[in-house]
């Protein structure tokens, strides 16, 4: 990734402010139609893991877009930083991990090993984050209950008979 990361709004912040987290390495772009259709999930499941929450997660966006104008317009939209734009190392780094489709999460651990590159699976399976860091482990154990407002939210909803 280097050694600075492209923060939200073009600024720069280091890669050491990583450290201690789980990351998840988005693999996407901004002509990607799948992706337009995950982002806004990935995003609100990050604010609320991260922002409301406080747990130790960061999201990388780790771009395709085909130009530099293409990935600084993607990225402004994104509230977590971008590896710097740099289209064969990103495809290396895509290519060691594994991800041959976009939108791709993988998710790694504070220590830098890999947690699963399913991670888009586990963020449309767990969107409030009650099994982060979304490691194995976490999923075979008991789920969490959901926070009370979220209980009541789901409460208002018409149920159906099976």
Request: proline letters at 7%; a negative charge.
């Amino acid at each position: 990734l280097g050694d600075t990361l492209r923060a939200p709004g073009g600024g720069k912040v280091s890669a050491s402010d990583l450290a201690g987290r789980v990351v998840g390495l988005y693999f996407s772009a901004s002509w990607c139609g799948p992706c337009k259709h995950f982002t806004p999930q990935l995003i609100r499941t990050y604010c609320q893991v991260k922002l409301a929450e406080g747990k130790p997660w960061e999201v990388v966006l780790v771009s395709s877009d085909r130009t530099a104008a293409d990935f600084d317009k993607y990225a402004d939209s994104m509230p977590w930083p971008a590896a710097h734009y740099h289209q064969e190392r990103l495809a290396g780094l895509a290519q060691r991990l594994g991800v041959s489709s976009l939108p791709s999460l993988v998710l790694v651990d504070a220590s830098g090993k890999v947690l699963t590159v399913e991670g888009r699976d586990r963020i449309t399976d767990d969107p409030l984050g009650l099994r982060f860091p979304w490691s194995q482990q976490a999923l075979d154990a008991p789920a969490l209950d959901a926070p009370a407002a979220d209980q009541a939210q789901a409460a208002e909803q018409p149920h159906t008979a099976a």
